[in-house]
């Protein structure tokens, strides 16, 4: 029996859309009211958790779709799963949520398993982690960790503070406060408060009129496709983008102390970055004495087919941190090196530490996905995937353009050749049953569970075909 | 019968510390262990929640303390309190945890009902919220929300971005990303993010080796206790800090956006600021079109006797923007004015837009607040406790020096002449069965739960005669 049916045994055969527009009129009236009290402009529909089955989300009106986005990419097993379920009514569990703890002060007895478990999913060449909440909080935090551990380094692990940064620190100024940046790259995404904000760069409606630090964006590759029929174009675009990194690294006005990747640009297009590419910049940070991180926020946790993305590069030695959030529901940072851990406590400190609720979450999906073989199957069903769209390709050469994502699992892209096109095909997709995102101005990407299997990817290449036929 | 009582039948009736040391020997054991994946280093004792209930926290030596520091301050109605247990086992928990929602984009029926029980709940004269994670989370949603209605006042609500700001933002350049400042006070605690940090200013090692946005901080009152007896002398102080804000603002090198300010400086040394200081804040802030930001992450939810410390001072008309965490432990803030809802959607928002699982506990925590009537209890009792001290103060003027919190409920505070004996009367106290916390470098704060009765005030008083007579 499939893992899908295991799960949800009564979980939907077909999407189901029974309103004539997308919000229907429940979705209307409920988000009418939400909107008196809450940013409901957003919102695609309301929807009804405690209907939701699977890889079936449903809304106020009983429409029922298949889940091709998944919460903005962070559900990892699908809606109502039953083993989550059983961890959230787990006595740890009501424990996190009333007694939440102060867990740098107070650590519970629950803590130590917990993290063992989250542990075991860590990517290779990691083997410690640092709590946060959120996928931006998690790259702050991460940022937080490479400052220290840069400017420890200037400084020496073991050397007090001097008594001149003591005192300026307080005034937001060197040597205390030093001027110190992260470089990230154009289209990149990595969060919306103010350091993660100053890295993020994929649309100005995320950043206008919030101040920012003066932190450089490189160029990130942009590759011709299908990739095996554009080998020597695509390196050449690597070796463009990897001048322009080093470039800014040793020209930038303010000393760069860490870069941070993501391993495929997903909010920013779908970007895929090659083994060669994030091997290079190993080398060059290691060269340079820059901290190497790796954004698997979005592209962590199985989607690719691997547990964390960048695995498939195998960069060695392991990058110096990776941050994860969304589908592991828990947030943070996994580390190896030991000098990533301050040289004094409380200086990587905050009243929670982290989320102990949904670090039991994130156990519970680590091994679920272990004990289920789920990166086995969401390979096998990509691939599947993967092949039916290359035959819509085929047939609607225009209507598929860059192709991305072959080999990575479900994590799957291609673009429209207008955004005004991009955005009919996702809305007639939700009246034909599916639900999917786009990122970017002219893409499409697919982020289903990881309980995805090729039944599902059947009825959604069915919708899809009717809708592009339809364009 | 006393609410503690109808909560917690089998609370304990006295501490017992049954280990010679704290940490006892299997605290020790499993903070050692503890300490290969987490940094164990802050902890005082590995703590048991399992036994933990009401206001006594249970330490893994079966140790059990009186607690008057509550996770920093963030437990509002005991451990394991029944009514949040209930809430906890609750099937919009369950799907809270097991299905989150990107709130935005796919807003759940259950988000309304639980944002109308957090908003009956909301400071005088604020009847919106936006929801974030934790107090620094909620301070930078705060900020951002300030930037964005200082630029639209200079821009025009309904005006568009132009070329240049959309094309400079993506360089982290002027004018897309304005050089814009957020005046906060020296001592003030406000998170440990980049621009929540960058208005912190308590202690050093908060903030060492981090950049930070040039902000400007100003003097918070530091006031002659007690007060009734040092009016001019604190009128005078509070005038001289007004100028310097008001300087401050006039003629700080970036335009002053916004003020965040704590009613009661908390992590800063439980410095209090009066209604006189406050309102005319509101009048400065008014007078120059600056955002006014009450932070009562610490000091909100009823520990002062009020349900937001703020209330004491009746700010007219009421201030901008309200933040929250802690005891609440959902995050955000609080609002009013329609202008901060920013004119276009996406701009105030994230994959999550705040934790439903703990918006859910916040709405349980105002329900029993207000139906218990825990704010006209916690008055009571901090009348109650403040009288005891008081007494102790007569006895050992040198160990209870600038007495602060009379008529605040029983958020309370003091001084002892040295860091050394502040920090040996907080072990003393452990010793003899209380939970304490210090703040700043020579004060005592206590923070109990809202179900602290004078049962538990005789307690700890008694305990603190003892470990002062030690001293």
Same mark, same amino acid.
């Given at each position: 029996m499939s893992v899908a049916s295991q799960y949800y045994p009564n979980e939907p055969t077909v999407p189901v859309v029974q309103t004539s527009a997308i919000p229907g009129p429940e979705s209307v009236k409920g988000l009418e009211a939400l909107g008196k009290v809450f940013d409901a402009r957003p919102a695609y529909f309301l929807a009804d958790y405690e209907k939701s089955l699977g890889n079936y989300i449903v809304d106020a009106d009983g429409n029922s779709y298949l889940d091709l986005y998944a919460q903005i990419a962070s559900i990892a097993l699908g809606y109502n799963n039953p083993k989550l379920i059983e961890a959230a009514k787990s006595p740890e569990m009501i424990r996190a949520l009333v007694d939440r703890p102060a867990l740098g002060n107070f650590p519970s007895r629950d803590l130590e398993p917990i993290l063992k478990k989250i542990l075991k999913f860590a990517p290779k060449g990691q083997d410690k982690v640092w709590s946060g909440l959120s996928g931006?909080?998690?790259? $702050?935090?991460?940022?937080?960790?490479?400052?220290?551990?840069? =400017?420890?380094? /200037?400084? @020496?692990?073991?050397? $007090?503070?001097?008594?001149?940064?003591?005192?300026?620190?307080? =005034?937001?100024? /060197?040597? @205390?406060?030093?001027?110190?940046a992260v470089l990230s790259f154009k289209k990149a995404f990595h969060g919306r408060l103010f350091a993660s904000g100053s890295v993020t760069c994929s649309k100005p409606i995320h950043k206008l009129d919030f101040p920012a630090f003066e932190w450089p964006h490189a160029e990130y590759p942009h590759y011709q496709y299908p990739l095996a029929e554009n080998e020597a174009a695509n390196r050449a675009e690597d070796d463009r983008c990897l001048k322009i990194v080093e470039d800014l690294i040793k020209s930038w006005s303010i000393p760069v102390a860490a870069l941070i990747i993501e391993p495929i640009q997903s909010e920013g297009g779908d970007n895929h970055a090659s083994k060669y590419f994030l091997q290079?910049?190993?080398?060059?940070?290691s060269k340079l004495g820059v901290v190497y991180i790796i954004d698997e926020v979005q592209t962590g946790v199985g989607a690719t087919g691997k547990a964390w993305c960048h695995e498939w590069a195998d960069i060695q030695p392991p990058v110096d941190l990776v941050t994860f959030s969304k589908k592991f529901q828990s947030a943070g940072y996994f580390f190896h090196d030991t000098l990533f851990v301050p040289n004094k406590p409380y200086r990587q400190f905050n009243t929670w530490c982290g989320e102990p609720a949904r670090m039991i979450i994130a156990g519970a999906i680590a091994q679920e996905v272990q004990e289920k073989n789920l990166l086995e199957q969401c390979s096998r069903v990509g691939d599947y995937l993967f092949a039916k769209l290359e035959a819509l390709r085929s047939k609607y050469p225009q209507k598929f353009q860059r192709l991305r994502g072959q080999s990575r699992g479900t994590f799957i892209a291609w673009d429209l050749p207008t955004g005004a096109e991009r955005d009919a095909l996702l809305k007639s997709l939700k009246l034909n049953g599916c639900n999917v995102g786009g990122c970017a101005e002219l893409s499409v990407r697919l982020r289903p569970t990881l309980t995805f299997e090729e039944k599902h990817a059947d009825i959604f290449i069915e919708a899809l075909a009717k809708s592009v036929s339809e364009l």
């Amino acid at each position: 029996m499939s893992v899908a049916s295991q799960y949800y045994p009564n979980e939907p055969t077909v999407p189901v859309v029974q309103t004539s527009a997308i919000p229907g009129p429940e979705s209307v009236k409920g988000l009418e009211a939400l909107g008196k009290v809450f940013d409901a402009r957003p919102a695609y529909f309301l929807a009804d958790y405690e209907k939701s089955l699977g890889n079936y989300i449903v809304d106020a009106d009983g429409n029922s779709y298949l889940d091709l986005y998944a919460q903005i990419a962070s559900i990892a097993l699908g809606y109502n799963n039953p083993k989550l379920i059983e961890a959230a009514k787990s006595p740890e569990m009501i424990r996190a949520l009333v007694d939440r703890p102060a867990l740098g002060n107070f650590p519970s007895r629950d803590l130590e398993p917990i993290l063992k478990k989250i542990l075991k999913f860590a990517p290779k060449g990691q083997d410690k982690v640092w709590s946060g909440l959120s996928g931006a909080d998690a790259n $702050e935090l991460a940022f937080k960790a490479a400052f220290m551990y840069y =400017r420890s380094k /200037e400084r @020496g692990y073991h050397k $007090e503070f001097s008594t001149e940064e003591n005192t300026s620190v307080m =005034r937001n100024a /060197e040597p @205390g406060s030093p001027h110190l940046a992260v470089l990230s790259f154009k289209k990149a995404f990595h969060g919306r408060l103010f350091a993660s904000g100053s890295v993020t760069c994929s649309k100005p409606i995320h950043k206008l009129d919030f101040p920012a630090f003066e932190w450089p964006h490189a160029e990130y590759p942009h590759y011709q496709y299908p990739l095996a029929e554009n080998e020597a174009a695509n390196r050449a675009e690597d070796d463009r983008c990897l001048k322009i990194v080093e470039d800014l690294i040793k020209s930038w006005s303010i000393p760069v102390a860490a870069l941070i990747i993501e391993p495929i640009q997903s909010e920013g297009g779908d970007n895929h970055a090659s083994k060669y590419f994030l091997q290079a910049l190993r080398d060059l940070t290691s060269k340079l004495g820059v901290v190497y991180i790796i954004d698997e926020v979005q592209t962590g946790v199985g989607a690719t087919g691997k547990a964390w993305c960048h695995e498939w590069a195998d960069i060695q030695p392991p990058v110096d941190l990776v941050t994860f959030s969304k589908k592991f529901q828990s947030a943070g940072y996994f580390f190896h090196d030991t000098l990533f851990v301050p040289n004094k406590p409380y200086r990587q400190f905050n009243t929670w530490c982290g989320e102990p609720a949904r670090m039991i979450i994130a156990g519970a999906i680590a091994q679920e996905v272990q004990e289920k073989n789920l990166l086995e199957q969401c390979s096998r069903v990509g691939d599947y995937l993967f092949a039916k769209l290359e035959a819509l390709r085929s047939k609607y050469p225009q209507k598929f353009q860059r192709l991305r994502g072959q080999s990575r699992g479900t994590f799957i892209a291609w673009d429209l050749p207008t955004g005004a096109e991009r955005d009919a095909l996702l809305k007639s997709l939700k009246l034909n049953g599916c639900n999917v995102g786009g990122c970017a101005e002219l893409s499409v990407r697919l982020r289903p569970t990881l309980t995805f299997e090729e039944k599902h990817a059947d009825i959604f290449i069915e919708a899809l075909a009717k809708s592009v036929s339809e364009l």
